[in-house]
């Protein structure tokens, strides 16, 4: 099948081939990296194409204003102050406005509902215990400069 309308439209097979290509660049030095640092750079994980499309929906999000502004909390004695960005949004699949939209960006919802890259971690890092079960996307949109555009997070053990 496909998703989303003719500008955002992707194959289940390109969509499959994306993620097949994640699983076979997430090898035990990429796991042990994550497991020792929290994180790790896994280049051309994404084809272009993908890449554009996520771009895209992205883009979709700001444009429907279902972006919110970009803080960091700062907590000092119990209290939590937020620090904005200027020209940064951003949301999460969490989020109620991502749920509404999920039939407008289809490439980000199928990447989430696809969780094989959970299973290949929780096999390449054996110590996680409780083993990954579950993915947030958060999304980025900058109006005037770099930022990540989009990553994932996991459970706080990780």
């Known amino acids: 099948g496909t998703w989303g309308s003719r500008d955002t439209q992707l194959n ?34 994404v084809e272009i194409d993908v890449c554009r499309k996520f771009k895209n929906e992205i883009l979709r999000l700001h444009q429907e204003q279902r972006l919110a502004p970009n803080s960091t909390q700062l907590v000092h004695k119990n209290q939590i102050t937020h620090l904005y960005k200027p020209h940064i949004f951003e949301t999460d ?3 109620q406005n991502w749920i509404e939209m999920e039939s407008k960006i289809p490439t980000l919802t199928q990447l989430l509902e696809d969780q094989t890259h959970l299973t290949m971690l929780s096999v390449l890092l054996p110590r996680l215990d409780p083993a990954l079960t579950s993915q947030l996307i958060k999304v980025q949109y900058n109006q005037g400069g770099g930022c990540f555009p989009m990553h994932f997070d996991t459970e706080a053990a990780l």
Request: hydrophobic content about 50%; cysteine-free.
């Open 12 to 45: 289940a097979e390109e969509i499959f081939l994306s993620s097949k290509m994640l699983n076979a660049l997430l090898t035990q030095n990429v796991a042990s990296h994550l497991w020792r640092f929290g994180f790790a750079v896994v280049p051309n994980v």
């Open 93 to 95: 699949s969490t989020n």
